[in-house]
């Protein structure tokens, strides 16, 4: 059973490009969280997701990010016309169900985001 | 507000030696409380989780404690290893409506030198 996958694990964007993120979730996980870790801060919350739902949005910035978890294919984390603030790692993780007290995300390796 | 706090920040150790690494959390209503391992460069990986009526974990040279009245757990790891350099990061479950939110720490980072 493969792990969770992001890919790319490195990306470099100029300001104002775009920049797509995909994480493919640990196999019969259904649930998908998007974090963002800065050089030297711990993890912040971004968004998390069910197949085709946005459940809590609420460590989204409003502008130029979302998200998605396509009933089919890997969730998609999307930054509109980058800015150098938005160079970050970025993880994602997957849990099979919530709901139950003792679910764990399983993370993946992240992808890290240089804007130049 | 709901917050976790960790200390130290950081902490270098001799392998071979014990360390104990602390956090306490102001979170209500608590639901349960996990430590992580991130190496560097890498996704944290889960070590322990523990619910309220829980007070004390074990995965291996980790052991996790959790004092519920005093909102306070710690993480001890015996007989550290070189590999246990890492970033140790102690999340806090609230209870929200039918969901559960993940306050995370800031993480102590580990260094174990030789």
């Known amino acids: 059973n493969a792990g969770v996958m992001q890919n790319p694990r490195h990306l470099v964007r100029r300001r104002g490009q775009e920049a797509r993120l995909r994480c493919s979730p640990m196999?019969?996980?259904?649930?998908v969280y998007w974090y963002r870790q800065l050089p030297e801060e711990g993890l912040k919350f971004m968004v998390y997701?069910?197949?085709?739902?946005?459940?809590?949005e609420s460590g989204m910035p409003k502008e130029r990010f979302s998200a998605e978890f396509p009933k089919e294919g890997p969730s998609i984390l999307r930054i509109q016309q980058v800015v150098r603030g938005d160079s970050a790692a970025y993880f994602c993780?997957?849990?099979?169900?919530?709901?139950?007290?003792?679910?764990?995300?399983?993370f993946g390796p992240g992808t890290r985001l240089l804007v130049l | 507000k709901n917050q976790v706090e960790q200390s130290p920040q950081s902490l270098i150790i001799l392998e071979g030696k014990n360390c104990t690494l602390q956090?306490?959390?102001?979170?209500?209503?608590?639901?349960?409380l996990r430590w992580y391992k991130q190496d560097t460069g890498r996704g944290p990986v889960s070590l322990t989780i523990m619910t309220f009526s829980e007070n004390t974990k074990s995965n291996g040279r980790y052991t996790a404690t959790l004092d519920a009245d005093t909102k306070q757990s710690s993480l001890h790891i015996t007989a550290s290893q070189l590999s246990d350099s890492a970033s140790y990061i102690c999340?806090?479950?609230?209870?929200?409506?039918?969901?559960?939110?993940?306050?995370w720490g800031l993480g102590t980072s580990l260094a174990v030198n030789p």
């Open positions: 956090c306490n959390y102001t979170v209500s209503p608590f639901s349960n």
């Open positions: 196999k019969g996980h259904s649930h």
């Open positions: 997701l069910q197949k085709e739902n946005i459940i809590d």
């Open positions: 999340v806090v479950s609230a209870l929200a409506g039918n969901n559960r939110k993940l306050i």
């Open positions: 993780a997957s849990s099979p169900r919530t709901g139950t007290e003792k679910e764990t995300q399983y």
